[in-house]
């Protein structure tokens, strides 16, 4: 259903003119948001908007990789299980 909603709402803005166009934007943003970030191809800005990941933790992940799992950044002892645990579910390891 999300995946069909962001399409739609930007045929109603475009139908609808510029002010339904703005009106949009924050749903837009707000689903971009919930992306899952990819730790082999996420630049260090985007991995630091996790929570835990600052510059070197985000530079020790991209000098990391390849990861086939995203788990792999416990068991290579990239970041902590306890980060771990807090971003596991906005990652993801795509090959």
Do not use: C, F
């Not at 739609?8 to 002010?19: K, R, S, W």
């Amino acid at each position: 259903m999300k995946t069909l909603l962001a399409p739609l709402m930007l045929a109603l803005a475009l139908l609808a003119g510029q002010d339904a166009l703005l009106a949009s934007e924050p749903l837009l943003l707000a689903q971009a948001k919930s992306a899952p970030i990819d730790i082999n191809r996420a630049k260090a800005d985007e991995l630091m908007t996790l929570k835990g990941i600052g510059d070197a933790r985000a530079t020790a992940i991209i000098k990391g990789r390849p990861y086939a799992r995203k788990d792999e950044l416990v068991q290579k002892k990239i970041i902590p299980e306890s980060v771990y645990n807090d971003i596991k579910d906005q990652i993801v390891a795509k090959q």
